[in-house]
């Protein structure tokens, strides 16, 4: 005999999906989309007919619709005309709009920014007193939707979300009252990962032009000297500065074809990790997806072993030219990776100065005009750097490491609300966290 578990004080046992029993809080409810608002569907037919280079209205499709509300970027225009023809795929403050191919699910919520415009091939859940629209927002994006879109998805290679399957989605439905809470707080969290989000967009921004103007007029410099730069293009620089290339005063290595062929084999455990072309990002070096070697292999390739005075460079592929440091010591080469060692740089300023846009001039210069485009480490070797004195390359590399330091620091500061964010709306989304109201 099954035994019969009895909810905890203020909850109540019901049905969920597959017949499952979840606690919710007795005083919510579940119910099915269609039983408290309209559902209804963004032009299908022909919708690029309706388009007009003078138009003023935004007709939105799901490439515009994301978590965090409706972006325009890219988006095509209607006339007055024939917006108010098409006044049944209008959209207004407070209804949402669902992506129903690509990311299936993934909804917004219509700001007031936004009322009155148009959209295309998108489920569009009207606004209704019956509901608060930014809570319904924050639902239907989380994972208590998602395994009915899996339920529900249609379609082979493409995946879709119909209308119908749409109004069938099962809701957990608190009173209006804490639903008013709920979106209060994450709205709240929303606001703060925004705000820390344009600090780090500033902060960036700053950082770039610090280095235009280090990069040309370096630190405390009265004389200049102008010399021929990229494209026979005259440039000024201090006068203590020298133009160089990068195999004049670095080793340049990689992995090499054959070693790549016989040796290596990659592990998801190991001994010595390995760097890829894609954890060389032009922000800094990324752990993701990080695979190993064994130390036997690796003692065979010396050469391109990693000592953690580096600077690597993606020298084939669509990320051709990032360059990032060596994230230290014991780690290996992978495919289409070059470490480059200095001999006479600070290797954080070589880093700073192949980052800019001078540095990433130079490098592109070089790359083949391939399908793949690509460098040789011959053709790495001949890229032009600035050679400033040791110590001014020190103090430059010191003042853009601290401005990485604050980027760093707020960026960990928005990873942590966004986890603050992913835990509040597991337990408040589902009762398991009740807020007064």
């Given at each position: 005999m099954s035994q019969i578990l009895k909810p905890k004080k203020g909850y109540k046992r019901v049905k969920w999906l597959f017949g499952k029993?979840?606690?919710?809080?007795?005083?919510?409810?579940?119910?099915?989309?269609?039983?408290?608002?309209?559902?209804?569907?963004?032009?299908?037919?022909?919708?690029?007919?309706?388009?007009?280079?003078?138009?003023?209205?935004?007709?939105?499709t799901g490439k515009h619709v994301t978590e965090n509300g409706i972006v325009l970027d890219g988006v095509d225009f209607i006339t007055e005309k024939s917006n108010k023809?098409?006044?049944?795929?209008?959209?207004?403050?407070?209804?949402?709009?669902?992506?129903r191919v690509g990311y299936p699910g993934r909804t917004s919520v219509v700001k007031n920014e936004h009322n009155g415009i148009n959209c295309a091939s998108v489920i569009i859940t009207r606004r209704s007193k019956n509901f608060v629209s930014d809570f319904l927002g924050y639902l239907v994006?989380?994972?208590?939707i998602s395994k009915q879109i899996l339920m529900h998805q249609a379609g082979g290679a493409q995946q879709v979300v119909n209308v119908g399957s749409w109004k069938e989605f099962l809701i957990l439905f608190p009173p209006i009252t804490e639903q008013e809470k709920i979106a209060t707080i994450l709205s709240h969290v929303d606001n703060l990962i925004s705000d820390t989000?344009?600090?780090?967009?500033?902060?960036?921004?700053?950082?770039?032009?610090?280095?235009?103007?280090?990069?040309?007029?370096?630190?405390?410099?009265?004389?200049?000297?102008?010399?021929?730069?990229?494209?026979?293009?005259?440039?000024?620089?201090p006068e203590k500065w020298k133009q160089i290339t990068i195999g004049e005063t670095c080793n340049v290595t990689k992995l090499a074809g054959f070693e790549y062929t016989i040796h290596i084999k990659?592990?998801?455990?190991?001994?010595?990790?390995?760097?890829?072309?894609?954890?060389?990002?032009?922000?800094?070096?990324?752990?993701?997806?990080?695979?190993?070697?064994?130390?036997e292999v690796s003692d065979r390739l010396p050469r391109s072993q990693i000592h953690g005075n580096e600077v690597l460079m993606v020298f084939i592929g669509a990320n051709i030219g990032n360059v990032c440091l060596s994230p230290g010591k014991n780690w290996h080469l992978g495919p289409n990776?070059?470490?480059?060692?200095?001999?006479k740089f600070n290797t954080q300023f070589l880093n700073y100065f192949l980052q800019s846009s001078e540095g990433q001039k130079n490098i592109l210069k070089w790359a083949k005009s391939t399908t793949i485009p690509n460098l040789?480490?011959?053709?790495?070797?001949?890229?032009?750097?600035?050679?400033?004195?040791?110590?001014?390359?020190q103090k430059i590399a010191s003042i853009l490491s601290n401005i990485d330091s604050q980027i760093q620091s707020q960026i960990q500061y928005k990873e942590k609300l966004e986890r603050l964010k992913k835990s509040l709306m597991q337990k408040l989304l589902t009762g398991e966290v009740r807020v007064k109201v």
């Open positions: 029993e979840i606690e919710i809080p007795v005083d919510w409810d579940i119910k099915k989309i269609k039983d408290f608002t309209k559902v209804s569907v963004g032009l299908v037919i022909n919708p690029s007919t309706y388009f007009d280079d003078n138009g003023s209205i935004p007709m939105i023809l098409l006044e049944t795929t209008r959209i207004w403050s407070g209804d949402l709009v669902t992506m994006n989380s994972k208590l989000q344009k600090i780090i967009n500033q902060t960036q921004y700053i950082k770039k032009g610090l280095m235009q103007k280090l990069f040309t007029k370096g630190i405390g410099h009265d004389k200049f000297k102008k010399i021929r730069g990229l494209f026979g293009k005259e440039i000024e620089i990659f592990e998801s455990t190991g001994d010595i990790p390995i760097v890829k072309a894609q954890n060389v990002k032009m922000n800094g070096f990324s752990f993701d997806k990080i695979e190993y070697i064994s130390k990776v070059a470490k480059i060692t200095p001999k040789s480490m011959e053709t790495i070797r001949k890229i032009i750097v600035l050679l400033p004195p040791i110590l001014e390359q």
